[in-house]
């Protein structure tokens, strides 16, 4: 079936390295061929020039279809081109020479047809796509919008109301979908190339252009109620604003105006800084989730998950939700039950939002089988092991399923920060042994580190990575080294933040800073919301083994003491209102205020605690790819925007600080030495900022 992965015959002409021009009887095939993706480099927008003014003057032809070759339609342009000058001929020349083509044009879609490529599509006359298809402008999700008249076009079949939720949203919409919302015209069902000529043929010789439509009917109050919900999702996002600027210039401008305007916002905002950041992520999410070595992976079908509770049972839904088998193994029969009801509530959540494709989720319930005895799992091909964080009740888990498992069955930890090589010589199998360290909530974190041990083999690592892919994570290599990449660089931040308030700085303040930098929220907020107790304890644990020299602070034991553990005690770092929101702690401030008075140090100013928490992270980032337990900067920056709610449209702290002078990045360093004192440890900051600074 010509579904997937679509070819040309050998008679197509070639009229640029990426572009093959074909005859069908009277219909002209234009293949777009640019592989992995077609993504719409110049060389595709000089081939479909030329092919579109061969066709245009030829008379022996009724139709034109613009068909993807290999997996994919257009995956839009080249997004590696958007940091320079963009060669010609620029996109929107190429799409006036498709409105411009006597002969009615169809777009045949296959994979994506995102961004420019939908924009190329919705030029056409026509669009037909395969069931599995995707379309949509993802601009805005890059710091763009639309530059190819994508906001002209679309909301003109759409209507403005839905124009502007599914530019700002940057929704990538299913073809069925986009089938009922009016994006294409037609599903194909088995021939896309077949399919796509018969439609064309069946509609006659006309044109009609998107561009010349009267949009569906709106009231004002409806499209002022879409644009007011839009930009309070993307509050402070230029983008946004600007998409629906140039989407309202339908109610008020000539179209070709309105063209001009949209490109020339589409241009200034290319070349921004949250422009800039995104594409930024968008590669280094691609690198971060290619595996450091070549490697087929073993199949996986049968997943044994040890260990019910919050993390076990989510790990438990996120595999059952990409169609695996799971069998969910605790001793202790409540937990199972709960982690069953947690689990059948996370794949009904995850129905509802349309996010198990085809399977409902008594389907993919179905794959779930509960039970004490490890011997179960003998014909599971992947074990993942998610009992309790300590090292004796692990080594003991982990020796038993070594002797239970079948002997090619891979086994893996889900540890936060034990002792891995530990763990992978109890298992008795350590080239099938590595880490899976998902994050909580496990349903929504997009990340995951996976660790490579000393004698972890290519082929078993290779399937850790192909497994965060079948199970929607992003997946980060990481060597061994205690809290991996991310609580590493995580507890130098904590300890900053702590030394700030040890100085005399106020939660408020130091939270301020620290979302100033780019984090979703400061870390006396997150830790109310975990709870204090935990920590608490912890530190109790270590407390004989702690260096004296080592600075400590002891506020947060004091905030323990009042009984302030957080949200679950309705205080902790804050108070907090009746309606829920935390505010300032009267009771926090005097321990912080009585506590800088004992030891009279001038609190620090904003700059000097957003500088030293930055200097700390940098610094730490330059240790772990000196250790080689990271791969690089980028794969960090991945890191800190996946799992530890650092902005995407700020690129993360590395990419941030690359854009700093050299000189004021060693100043921040300093902050954080100064305030660490004894034990701090410099890395080689520049090294790691230079690759950085080379690529921006
Ligand atoms: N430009 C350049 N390279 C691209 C690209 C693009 N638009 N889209 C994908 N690639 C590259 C990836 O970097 C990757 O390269 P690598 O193998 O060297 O790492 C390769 O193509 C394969 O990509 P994925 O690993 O992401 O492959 P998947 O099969 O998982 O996903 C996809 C395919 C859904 C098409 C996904 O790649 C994607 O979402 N691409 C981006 C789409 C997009 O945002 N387009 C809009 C661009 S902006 C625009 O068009 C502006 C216009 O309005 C003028």
């Given at each position: 079936?010509?579904?997937?992965?679509?070819?040309?015959?050998s008679s197509a002409r070639e009229m640029s390295p990426a572009v093959r021009l074909e005859r069908d009887g009277d219909i002209a095939l234009i293949f777009i061929d640019n592989p992995p993706v077609n993504a719409s480099s110049v060389a595709v927008r000089q081939g479909l020039a030329a092919a579109l003014a061969e066709v245009s003057g030829d008379?022996?032809?009724?139709?034109v279809a613009i068909i993807g070759a290999g997996r994919s339609f257009i995956a839009g342009s080249d997004i590696k081109e958007f940091g320079r000058a963009l060669p010609p001929p620029e996109l929107p020349e190429v799409l006036a020479a498709i409105e411009a083509c006597p002969w009615p044009v169809i777009a045949a879609i296959h994979g994506a047809a995102l961004g420019g490529g939908y924009e190329l599509a919705l030029t056409c006359d026509w669009r037909i796509a395969t069931p599995d298809a995707v379309v949509g402008l993802p601009e805005?999700?890059?710091?763009?919008?639309?530059?190819?008249?994508?906001?002209?076009?679309?909301?003109?079949?759409?209507?403005?109301?839905r124009g502007i939720e599914l530019i700002t949203s940057a929704r990538r919409v299913a073809a069925p979908e986009a089938l009922a919302l009016g994006?294409?015209?037609?599903?194909?069902?088995?021939?896309?190339?077949?399919?796509?000529?018969?439609?064309?043929?069946?509609?006659?010789?006309?044109?009609?252009?998107a561009s010349r439509m009267i949009p569906p009917a709106a009231s004002s109050a409806e499209i002022e109620a879409a644009a007011n919900a839009a930009l309070a999702k993307g509050k402070g996002r230029d983008c946004v604003a600007e998409a629906i600027k140039a989407i309202r210039l339908i109610e008020t401008t000539p179209v070709e105006e309105a063209l001009a305007l949209e490109r020339a916002a589409f241009q200034t905002l290319r070349v921004g800084e949250e422009a800039s950041a995104l594409r930024y992520n968008f590669f280094a999410e691609r690198a971060a989730a290619k595996p450091p070595v070549a490697a087929d992976p073993l199949p996986v079908a049968l997943v044994g998950v040890v260990g019910a509770g919050t993390m076990g049972a989510g790990i438990a839904s996120v595999v059952l939700a990409a169609g695996l088998k799971v069998i969910l193994i605790d001793s202790n029969e409540a937990v199972l039950a709960r982690a069953r009801g947690s689990i059948e509530k996370t794949l009904g959540d995850l129905e509802r939002l349309g996010k198990l494709g085809k399977a409902s989720a008594a389907e993919r319930l179905a794959g779930l089988e509960t039970g004490d005895d490890l011997a179960r799992l003998a014909g599971a091909d992947l074990v993942i092991e998610a009992v309790f964080?300590?090292?004796?009740?692990?080594?003991?888990?982990?020796?038993?399923?070594?002797?239970?498992?079948?002997?090619?069955?891979?086994?893996?930890?889900?540890?936060?920060?034990?002792?891995?090589?530990k763990l992978a010589a109890a298992s008795g199998r350590p080239d099938r042994f590595l880490?899976?360290?998902?994050?909580?909530?496990?349903?929504?974190?997009?990340?995951?580190?996976?660790?490579?041990?000393?004698?972890?083999?290519?082929?078993?690592?290779?399937?850790?990575?192909?497994?965060?892919?079948?199970?929607?994570?992003?997946?980060?290599?990481?060597?061994?080294?205690?809290?991996?990449?991310?609580?590493?660089?995580?507890?130098?931040?904590?300890?900053?933040?702590?030394?700030?308030?040890?100085?005399?700085?106020?939660?408020q303040e130091i939270d301020a800073a620290a979302t100033g930098l780019g984090f979703a929220m400061g870390l006396f907020a997150v830790s109310d919301i975990s709870g204090l107790?935990?920590?608490w304890r912890l530190r109790q644990s270590k407390a004989a083994s702690r260096d004296a020299r080592e600075r400590y602070v002891t506020i947060p034991d004091a905030v323990c003491e009042l009984g302030r553990l957080g949200r679950k005690t309705e205080a902790g770092w804050y108070d907090y209102d009746r309606a829920g929101k935390p505010v300032p702690s009267p009771a926090v401030t005097e321990l912080v205020k009585a506590n800088a008075a004992r030891h009279g140090r001038p609190a620090p100013e904003a700059k000097a605690i957003s500088g030293a928490i930055m200097g700390a992270i940098v610094n730490e980032a330059a240790l772990l790819v000196e250790e080689g337990i990271a791969?690089?900067?980028?794969?960090?920056?991945?890191?800190l925007v996946n799992g530890y709610g650092f902005a995407r449209h700020k690129g993360g702290p590395l990419f941030q600080a690359a854009r700093l002078p050299p000189e004021e990045v060693v100043a921040m360093v300093d902050l954080a030495e100064q305030a660490t004192g004894w034990g701090f440890r410099r890395g080689d900051v520049e090294a790691l900022l230079a690759g950085l600074r080379a690529s921006n």
């Open positions: 079936m010509a579904l997937t992965d679509i070819g040309y015959s008379r022996g032809i009724s139709g805005v999700g890059l710091g763009m919008i639309p530059g190819a008249g994508g906001t002209q076009r679309l909301p003109r079949l759409v209507g403005l109301p994006m294409i015209d037609a599903l194909a069902q088995t021939d896309l190339r077949a399919e796509a000529i018969a439609f064309l043929k069946s509609r006659g010789p006309g044109k009609r252009l964080e300590d090292i004796a009740v692990k080594t003991e888990v982990i020796a038993r399923l070594g002797a239970v498992l079948s002997d090619k069955a891979i086994l893996a930890t889900n540890t936060s920060y034990l002792d891995i090589e880490g899976l360290h998902f994050f909580a909530p496990v349903p929504r974190m997009k990340l995951l580190e996976v660790v490579q041990c000393a004698a972890t083999e290519p082929a078993v690592l290779a399937t850790g990575f192909a497994l965060a892919k079948t199970i929607g994570k992003l997946p980060v290599p990481a060597r061994p080294g205690e809290g991996f990449i991310g609580n590493r660089i995580y507890a130098r931040y904590r300890a900053q933040c702590e030394y700030a308030l040890d100085d005399g700085a106020l939660p107790d935990i920590a791969r690089s900067a980028q794969d960090i920056d991945v890191v």
